[in-house]
């Protein structure tokens, strides 16, 4: 009996000594990893789980990508800890981006030994850029003739075959790389943050690009077009020593911050993995777009192709004509795009017909296209002309006598019904006396040359030449007219305004 009392008091030592062992060990993981070492906050935070909600498999696991790429730069200190890593790159400094076969074996076995093709670039991050890329980049390659935005630096790299920099594509690179060798590509960037602010005169803050990473498996064609894995990561770039200076300062503001503050960022880590995401979209774009720096407000108008008609309108390119419709289908909406000079658009309204784009408000075009494009798209969208800086009214004197005639002619004969006098518009932008002479000559269907002198009609009766101050005082929808005097000396008219 006495034996069957010893036996619970056994267990219970037994079971005292487990629960001893296991707070033992408890606190020796504690004491290893120390207060306030991790937080689940901060292993969240980590890059490689930084991906969006739709990237991730249903049942919620991890998803093991088959492609990872490091870009071998540290990442701000700076950031917070639920959005993505900002990593700081000098200009024409060559970084290491490893090339990482990730895949589980038997994952895509169609590319055992075989060679995978990867595309570079150097994107806007911000969506309002990415909208507007073509026309940026034309502009920073009309600055920075001979330049690329990005470049392989190729004695560094390993393992990169057949690496190509198209000539027309400033911001791409490719080369074709084995998943089962050691792979890594040198690249360099060349243009800064601060080239694609609005205003250019120092100490802006510089736009954030992102570096992304397409890869694609060849086709039974033989073509590199399968697309296999894409990820990419932000940057902003510096001038030479600038990115470690920024480093250095995010460092040191985050240095004076309150452990509480400290919390809420994310470390700095020695490398930048990139994140999985979208392929990037392959655009065509339009070669013949103007160059920046000579797009002109005010047409010029050619004096072999006026007809005398006075309906001349001030800026007559062809698409003003050109009008949308409701019934427009997708694909003529993309030609309209194009002919109206759009073609940076065409990407964005892919599936967009004529309803869809006349559906759009002024508000809808400039939160997308920006201030400047949204208000042209806008005005093109609607069919609105620019309006003439001033427009004044004309009527021929030997038309204006012969209708006089004809009115009173009438009255003499007992017709009530009065007669109008009909006046030609003419539509000024330069307001200049050289305009004026062109468009009367195209009134008359006379060369501009065979119009010696242009007079108003004066107090008294008095001929007054016509200058471009005069012009710039007329008042708008001023009615005149003309008459026409043969000059003495030369085949010309002298042109008077009454």
């Given amino acids: 009996m006495a034996w069957a009392l010893k036996l619970p008091l056994a267990d219970e030592v037994i079971e005292s000594g487990l629960v001893q062992d296991f707070d033992a060990s408890l606190s020796g993981i504690g004491q290893e990893l120390g207060a306030g070492a991790y937080s689940m906050s901060d292993v969240l935070a980590l890059p490689i789980f930084k991906q969006e909600e739709s990237s991730l498999p249903p049942d919620n696991e991890n998803k093991i990508l088959p492609?990872?790429?490091?870009?071998?730069?540290?990442?701000?200190?700076?950031?917070?800890?639920?959005?993505?890593?900002?990593?700081?790159?000098?200009?024409?400094?060559?970084?290491?981006?490893?090339?990482?076969?990730?895949r589980k074996l038997g994952e895509l076995p169609e590319i055992n030994g075989k060679l995978v093709k990867s595309i570079f670039r150097v994107v806007f991050h911000d969506r309002r850029l990415q909208y507007t890329e073509h026309?940026?980049?034309?502009?920073?390659?009309?600055?920075?003739?001979?330049?690329?935005?990005?470049?392989?630096?190729?004695?560094?790299?390993?393992?990169?075959?057949?690496?190509?920099?198209?000539?027309?594509?400033?911001?791409?690179?490719?080369?074709?790389?084995?998943?089962?060798?050691?792979?890594?590509?040198?690249?360099?960037?060349?243009?800064?943050?601060?080239?694609?602010?609005?205003r250019k005169h120092g100490g802006e803050k510089?736009?954030?690009?992102?570096?992304?990473?397409?890869?694609?498996?060849?086709?039974?064609?033989?073509?590199?077009?399968e697309h296999l894995h894409s990820a990419s990561c932000q940057i902003k770039v510096f001038k030479p020593k600038g990115a470690d200076r920024k480093q250095k300062t995010d460092r040191e503001k985050m240095e004076k911050r309150t452990p509480h503050e400290k919390e809420k960022y994310q470390p700095s880590y020695e490398t930048t993995i990139l994140t999985e995401c979208s392929p990037w979209p392959e655009i065509t774009y339009v070669n013949?777009?103007?160059?920046?720096?000579?797009?002109?407000?005010?047409?010029?108008?050619?004096?072999?192709?006026?007809?005398?008609?006075?309906?001349?309108?001030?800026?007559?390119?062809?698409?003003?004509?050109?009008?949308?419709?409701?019934?427009?289908?997708?694909?003529?909406?993309?030609?309209?795009?194009?002919?109206?000079?759009?073609?940076?658009?065409?990407?964005?309204?892919?599936?967009?017909?004529?309803?869809d784009l006349l559906k759009l408000t002024r508000d809808d075009v400039i939160q997308i296209c920006g201030p400047a494009d949204g208000i042209r798209l806008f005005n093109a969208l609607k069919g609105r002309m620019v309006r003439p800086r001033l427009t004044i009214y004309v009527c021929q004197e030997s038309l204006h006598l012969r209708e006089q005639q004809q009115q009173q002619q009438k009255r003499e004969d007992g017709d009530s019904n009065g007669t109008f006098f009909v006046y030609h518009a003419i539509y000024l932008e330069e307001l200049t006396a050289v305009e004026l002479t062109e468009k009367i000559a195209q009134l008359f269907s006379i060369s501009p040359r065979q119009i010696s002198q242009i007079y108003k009609q004066g107090p008294t009766g008095i001929h007054v030449l016509i200058s471009d101050e005069m012009i710039q005082n007329f008042q708008e929808e001023a009615c005149f007219i003309l008459d026409t005097m043969k000059a003495e000396t030369s085949d010309s008219y002298h042109i008077i305004l009454k």
């Avoid at 870009?71 to 990593?87: G, M, N, Q």
Wanted: aromatic share 10%; charged share 20%; glycine share 6%.
């Fill in 288 to 355: 013949n777009s103007p160059s920046p720096g000579f797009n002109s407000s005010h047409s010029s108008f050619s004096l072999g192709e006026g007809n005398g008609s006075p309906n001349h309108q001030p800026e007559p390119p062809p698409p003003v004509t050109d009008n949308l419709l409701p019934t427009t289908t997708p694909q003529e909406a993309q030609q309209w795009l194009h002919r109206n000079r759009f073609s940076t658009f065409t990407r964005l309204f892919t599936n967009f017909s004529g309803a």
């Fill in 67 to 102: 492609f990872q790429y490091v870009l071998c730069a540290a990442t701000s200190p700076a950031v917070k800890l639920h959005d993505e890593t900002l990593t700081y790159l000098n200009q024409g400094q060559s970084y290491e981006i490893r090339m990482l076969d990730n």
């Fill in 206 to 225: 510089g736009v954030p690009f992102r570096v992304q990473i397409d890869t694609f498996k060849e086709n039974e064609n033989g073509e590199y077009t």
């Fill in 135 to 198: 026309q940026q980049l034309e502009g920073w390659r009309w600055n920075r003739p001979g330049d690329r935005i990005l470049d392989i630096d190729i004695p560094m790299s390993v393992g990169i075959i057949d690496p190509r920099a198209n000539p027309t594509q400033l911001n791409t690179v490719e080369f074709l790389w084995d998943p089962a060798k050691r792979t890594s590509v040198f690249i360099q960037v060349h243009c800064i943050s601060t080239e694609f602010t609005m």
